[in-house]
C-alpha cells in the first residue's frame, strides 16, 4: 500500500506544476494526475481499517417431486390419454 503521505506529496508536486505553466494541455495533464492520485488513495484500503465480510451460507434445498394429477372430467373414461 503506498501510503498517504506519498501521494499528499506527489498531488503537491502536480500542483505546483499546474500553478506555474502557462500551458493549457500541462495544466490539464496535471489536473488529471491529481485525479488518478486521489482515486488511488481512495481506493487503497488500509490495514487498520475493518472490512465488511460477506458470509455465504449454502442453502440446501430438497428437491420437490411433482405427483401427475389426474384431471377429472365429466367425459373422460379413465388416466390415459387414449381413453375418451
Not at 46 to 51: I, V
Not at 53 to 76: F, N, R
Request: hydrophobic share 40%; net charge negative.
Amino acid at each position: 500500500m503506498i501510503s498517504y503521505e506519498h501521494i499528499f506529496m506527489q498531488i503537491d508536486k502536480q500542483l505546483q506544476q499546474a500553478k506555474i505553466t502557462g500551458n493549457e494541455q500541462t495544466k490539464r495533464e496535471a489536473l488529471a494526475a491529481i485525479r488518478a492520485l486521489c482515486d488511488l488513495a481512495l481506493e487503497s484500503v488500509p490495514s487498520t481499517s475493518p472490512q465488511a465480510s460477506s458470509v455465504v451460507q449454502a442453502v440446501s434445498i430438497a428437491p420437490t417431486i411433482q405427483q401427475p394429477v389426474a384431471l377429472k372430467e365429466d367425459d373422460a373414461n379413465g388416466e390415459s390419454l387414449f381413453d375418451f
